[in-house]
């Protein structure tokens, strides 16, 4: 059984930098893609970055580019999330997730919205930014 579980997040002014790990444990020998996603409260849970376990494919959301950095380090089977020039509207739970590539192709799953394709879910970490 995958598990994952989110942590570093915090209470940070606009324009400061933090990092969130993801640590997972019970991958069997396939790709994985994992993802970060948040949700605000009132909205919907959006996709923020993913990347595969094999071949680091990293994909963002527009909303991030530019600002967040996605990375895997496979010897601790943990990925991270750079979040650099943090701003009020980054502010929410955010949530990481896996999926076998083996059940789907990685760009197929990055071509939507792919929340609802992630089977394992870790607890959320909060992100709070302030201004």
């Known amino acids: 059984e995958v598990q994952l579980q989110a942590s570093g997040g915090g209470l940070l002014q606009a324009g400061g930098s933090l990092r969130l790990s993801c640590g997972a444990s019970?991958?069997?020998?396939?790709?994985?893609?994992i993802g970060w996603f948040r949700q605000a409260p009132g909205k919907e849970r959006e996709g923020v970055s993913d990347i595969t376990t094999t071949d680091g494919l990293t994909h963002y959301a527009d909303s991030v580019k530019d600002r967040f950095t996605i990375s895997y380090d496979n010897a601790k089977n943990t990925v991270y999330l750079q979040m650099n020039s943090l701003k009020p509207e980054d502010t929410a739970v955010y949530y990481c997730?896996?999926?076998?590539?083996?059940?789907?192709?990685?760009?197929?799953?990055?071509?939507?919205?792919?929340?609802?394709?992630?089977?394992?879910w870790g607890k959320g970490t909060q992100v709070t930014v302030s201004s």
């Open positions: 019970g991958f069997t020998d396939d790709d994985y893609a």
């Open positions: 997730a896996a999926v076998s590539l083996s059940k789907t192709s990685w760009y197929d799953l990055i071509s939507y919205d792919h929340a609802w394709a992630m089977d394992y």
